[in-house]
């Protein structure tokens, strides 16, 4: 059974940081990436960034490009999520997931729906 933990959310100020962190157990795909999702309250879910953990590539969406890093510790399967810059409109619920990627994985972000499994969220909120 895959499951997926997130921690690390919390409350912080604008221009500060955050590290989010995902550890997965139960994946035996040898192709799969683990990724971020984020949904703000009356909004749509939306990627943020997910790695390929076959060849650690990240992939990132436009918006937290040069402020967020996404890295993956091989040995734990553990995924982190280094958010730095944050701003208020990066409040959301964060949720990490997995997919088997049979496609490229830039088109994995932009369709929440194709992801196989999701851990529960943590909220991250980022005041003014």
């Known amino acids: 059974e895959v499951q997926l933990q997130a921690s690390g959310g919390g409350l912080v100020q604008a221009g500060g940081s955050l590290r989010l962190s995902c550890a997965a157990s139960?994946?035996?795909?040898?192709?799969?990436?683990i990724g971020w999702f984020r949904q703000a309250p009356g909004k749509e879910r939306e990627g943020v960034a997910c790695?390929?953990?076959?060849?650690?590539?990240?992939y990132y969406v436009e918006s937290v490009k040069g402020r967020f890093t996404i890295s993956s510790d091989n040995a734990k399967n553990t995924v982190y999520l280094q958010m730095n810059s944050l701003r208020p409109e990066d409040t959301a619920v964060y949720y990490c997931?997995?997919?088997?990627?049979?496609?490229?994985?830039?088109?994995?972000?932009?369709?929440?729906?194709?992801?196989?499994?999701w851990g529960q969220g943590t909220q991250v909120t980022v005041s003014s």
């Open positions: 790695i390929s953990m076959s060849d650690d590539i990240p």
């Open positions: 997931a997995v997919v088997r990627a049979s496609r490229p994985p830039p088109l994995y972000l932009k369709r929440w729906r194709l992801w196989d499994y």
């Open positions: 139960g994946v035996t795909w040898e192709s799969y990436c």
